[in-house]
């Protein structure tokens, strides 16, 4: 079966930096939108950023916008995601998506929808 594995997780200060990766296996890599998404104690699951299946286009939610870099890399079969200027409500579980969507935007889709999912690592911002 699919399985996406992430990993980069750990514990930062504020205004540190931490590179997550995630590695897909079992499903053809490049016919996928890969994305990130993060979900806080309490609170819903919510979009951080998505990529298109050739890696030239890129959406973020506005929370992370130039600060946060989505990057994949077909040829591994593996999507990044670059986290700079970290602050601490960005503290969450951290989950990688694939999906077969038409639109390479996620921000839109419903979560229910996704078709594959990470176990998520988690990232934590200390003040």
């Known amino acids: 079966q699919v399985q996406l594995v992430e990993s980069g997780g750990g514990l930062v200060q504020a205004g540190g930096s931490l590179r997550l990766s995630c590695a897909a296996s079992r499903l053809t890599f490049s016919n996928y939108v890969m994305g990130w998404f993060r979900q806080a104690p309490g609170k819903e699951r919510e979009f951080v950023a998505s990529i298109n299946r050739g890696g030239g286009d890129t959406y973020y939610a506005d929370s992370v916008k130039g600060r946060f870099t989505i990057s994949r890399d077909n040829a591994k079969n593996t999507v990044y995601l670059q986290m700079n200027s970290l602050k601490p409500e960005d503290t969450a579980v951290y989950y990688c998506?694939?999906?077969?969507?038409?639109?390479?935007?996620?921000?839109?889709?419903?979560?229910?929808?996704?078709?594959?999912w990470g176990q998520g690592t988690q990232v934590t911002v200390s003040s």
């Open positions: 998506a694939a999906d077969r969507s038409r639109s390479p935007n996620l921000k839109g889709q419903m979560i229910g929808t996704i078709d594959y």
